[in-house]
């Protein structure tokens, strides 16, 4: 297959409904080197940048509870802020640039997707979806 790596995704793709932080942006456990007492951070093996994550709710109403909560991967050199918190919202929106996925088999032996995002932002107000695809408005 000539596909290899991460495949590159838009925010709209990923979430066509949108997401919402659900958490605090943590630091990537890189677990083959840590060892008792010494964490070291995961860095991306194509990019070599630290890796930090950040669970999400993904807004789809046709998903099941288990479904809805994902981790976002984000790659940068420092920790990313989220999103201010809207006023009203339980939640804050987000929305992620430079989306890839990266399919794999999961210990359950299921497919399985992990999410990576280049950077984290509070959602745009000036798009609107036409057949999936982001639009400037």
């Not at 297959?1 to 630091?27: D, L, N, R, S």
């Not at 804050?92 to 399919?103: A, L, N, R, S």
């Not at 359950?108 to 999936?132: C, D, E, H, V």
Request: proline share 9%.
């Amino acid at each position: 297959m000539a596909m290899q790596g991460p495949i590159p995704v838009t925010f709209v793709q990923v979430f066509p409904h949108g997401c919402y932080t659900v958490g605090e942006v943590e630091q990537v456990k890189d677990f083959e080197t840590s060892t008792n007492g010494r964490f070291v951070q995961a860095r991306d093996k194509q990019t070599g940048e630290l890796v930090w994550q950040i669970p999400v709710m993904d807004a789809d109403p046709s998903l099941k509870a288990a479904q809805k909560t994902v981790a976002v991967k984000i790659l940068s050199p420092t920790q990313p802020v989220a999103p201010a918190a809207v006023a009203g919202l339980p939640f804050t929106p987000v929305e992620f640039d430079g989306m890839t996925v990266t399919p794999y088999v999961n210990g359950s032996g299921r497919l399985a997707y992990s999410i990576k995002a280049r950077q984290m932002l509070a959602p745009r107000t000036n798009t609107t979806k036409s057949n999936g695809k982001e639009v400037a408005a």
